[in-house]
């Protein structure tokens, strides 16, 4: 009896899914025999297990996309909140995800993506399926893993940016800002911030004060230096709206006709200082192309260690990196939460301790 094991990706994109998913092939074939191993691809992530679009992969799929972006399974953003509410197109995707699972005649299924993800991989879980969850994100705050596949390739791409924006920065004498992604942690924009030797990081986590983040950029420019960099994550809010809620926080700016949250920045700054303010968002660019060596590193160990669990029948786990060693989490332990930055952790304190503001 062929082992068969359904592989999906679930939420945004990042590089190495696909080096996660030759990772877990690979160490399949090799610890089974390939001729044991049936890899069944789930287009599109729980959309395709809802809808039960899948395949059976030929062993050949899985090479040559080490070092390809994005996802050979295609992926879909297929929000855990309506996971069990039946709509008006009366599915009941709860229903529907077993059914394929078993019409596939799956002996587990892994699930590579972020947060929302893990949460709906915790519901199948109790529902009975043999899962295991791999830890994607370029945002890298799944709790539980000191990091994420995609993340560091993500950083890289922010820090080659920031890089860019000084040379032009300089040359204009402005303040560039650059908006990188992250909407509740802002992990990215901290050590792309450092990285890249930002002069202001501003951050979800701590709400910035629009003052004082003049008030550093005034110094500075004071102080002879001709231009300043300012790194926000999308996800940043001042002090004010830190007392909102965040649907409250969105109708505010939408009803102010705010595009992004470092759009409304560099317009207050510019006001305040009297310093050329301009913006660049990179967005999606931060999510493209080939991983980094160090995400195909991490992501081929987090595939390996998949196919350990397959191995061992340990399911209802997520794959993570624990105090740099490869281990796995309980989804019970893990779905749910996110791993924000802390304020006082390290990697605050050391951009603060060169003397970078947060606006707090
Ligand atoms: O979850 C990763 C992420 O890139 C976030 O940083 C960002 O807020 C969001 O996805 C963007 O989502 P979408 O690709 O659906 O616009």
Same mark, same amino acid.
């Given at each position: ?142 709790? #539980?893993? %000191? /990091? ?7 950083? !890289? =791409?922010?820090?080659? +940016? ?34 890249? #030797?930002? %002069? /202001? ?7 910035? !004060? =629009?003052?004082?983040? +003049? ?35 969105a109708k505010k700016r939408s009803e102010a006709g705010i595009l992004t949250a470092t759009s409304r920045i560099a317009a207050q700054i510019q006001a305040a200082t009297g310093i050329e303010s301009r913006v660049c968002v990179p967005g999606h660019m931060l999510r493209g192309g080939s991983p980094s060596a160090y995400d195909r590193i991490l992501a081929t160990k987090f595939g390996v260690h998949a196919a350990e669990l397959i191995k061992n029948e340990d399911y ?45």
């Amino acid at each position: 009896m062929k082992r068969r094991i359904g592989i999906l990706t679930s939420g945004g994109d990042c590089p190495g899914l696909n080096a996660t998913i030759r990772g877990v092939a690979k160490a399949c074939f090799e610890s089974f025999g390939e001729e044991n191993v049936q890899i069944v691809g789930i287009q599109n992530g729980y959309y395709g297990l809802i809808n039960n679009i899948a395949r059976e992969m030929d062993a050949s799929e899985f090479s040559g996309i080490l070092t390809q972006g994005g996802t050979i399974l295609g992926t879909k953003r297929q929000p855990f909140k309506m996971m069990t509410v039946i709509g008006e197109d009366n599915v009941d995707k709860v229903k529907n995800m077993k059914q394929t699972y078993k019409k596939l005649k799956l002996d587990c299924l892994l699930t590579l993506g972020g947060n929302g993800t893990h949460k709906t991989s915790k519901l199948l879980a109790d529902e009975g399926l043999n899962i295991i969850g791999l830890p994607k994100t370029i945002d890298n705050d799944i709790y #539980g893993t %000191d /990091v994420t596949f995609g993340f560091h390739t993500a950083v !890289d =791409i922010a820090t080659d +940016a920031i890089d860019r924006l000084h040379t032009t920065a300089a040359s204009h004498s402005r303040i560039l800002f650059c908006e990188i992604m992250g909407n509740k942690a802002g992990w990215l924009t901290v050590n792309a911030g450092i990285a890249g #030797g930002a %002069d /202001v990081i501003l951050i979800p986590e701590i709400p910035y !004060d =629009i003052t004082k983040v +003049a008030e550093s950029l005034t110094k500075r420019a004071e102080s002879g230096k001709g231009f300043s960099i300012v790194a926000v994550a999308e996800g940043a809010f001042d002090v004010e709206e830190a007392k909102m809620k965040k649907k409250e926080r969105a109708k505010k700016r939408s009803e102010a006709g705010i595009l992004t949250a470092t759009s409304r920045i560099a317009a207050q700054i510019q006001a305040a200082t009297g310093i050329e303010s301009r913006v660049c968002v990179p967005g999606h660019m931060l999510r493209g192309g080939s991983p980094s060596a160090y995400d195909r590193i991490l992501a081929t160990k987090f595939g390996v260690h998949a196919a350990e669990l397959i191995k061992n029948e340990d399911y209802g786990k997520t794959v993570a990196m624990v105090n740099s060693v490869v281990t796995a989490n309980k989804l019970e332990d893990i779905a749910g939460l996110t791993k924000f930055v802390d304020p006082e952790g390290q990697i605050v304190q050391t951009a603060k301790k060169l003397g970078v503001s947060f606006g707090d």
